[in-house]
């Protein structure tokens, strides 16, 4: 079992950026796939990045790509997100997700098996 625990969020401009963090305890880390997803009030939850256990492959949302890198360190069992030129439709609540072993599809947050409580990131225009 793998508990996760977002941080990092908070109030930015547009155009400006924010690391988001993931830290996770529990046993194998280096195992799970990981995922970021978010969640806007009134929308549904949506697949933001993934990243494989290696950290060899990568995903992103097109929204997002090219504005935001996903990266995991196993050594320290944390993946974080790094988010650059902000836009306030990226406006959510940020979720961390793990899954043991690989996706079927890792766009899908059916596939995940544990989540984090989430963190604020609010872009103001």
């Known amino acids: 079992q793998v508990q996760l625990v977002e941080s990092g969020g908070g109030l930015v401009q547009a155009g400006g950026s924010v690391r988001l963090s993931c830290a996770a305890s529990?046993?194998?880390?280096?195992?799970?796939?990981m995922g970021w997803f978010r969640q806007a009030p009134g929308k549904e939850r949506e697949f933001v990045a993934a990243?494989?256990?290696?950290?060899?492959?990568?995903y992103y949302a097109d929204s997002v790509k090219g504005r935001f890198t996903m990266s995991r360190d196993n050594a320290k069992d944390t993946v974080d997100l790094q988010m650059n030129s902000l836009k306030p439709e990226d406006t959510a609540v940020y979720l961390c997700?793990?899954?043991?072993?690989?996706?079927?599809?890792?766009?899908?947050?059916?596939?995940?098996?544990?989540w984090g409580q989430g963190t604020q990131v609010t872009v103001s225009s």
């Open positions: 997700a793990a899954e043991k072993g690989a996706w079927d599809d890792p766009r899908s947050s059916d596939e995940y098996d544990y």
């Open positions: 529990g046993r194998a880390f280096s195992s799970y796939a």
């Open positions: 990243i494989s256990w290696s950290g060899a492959t990568t």
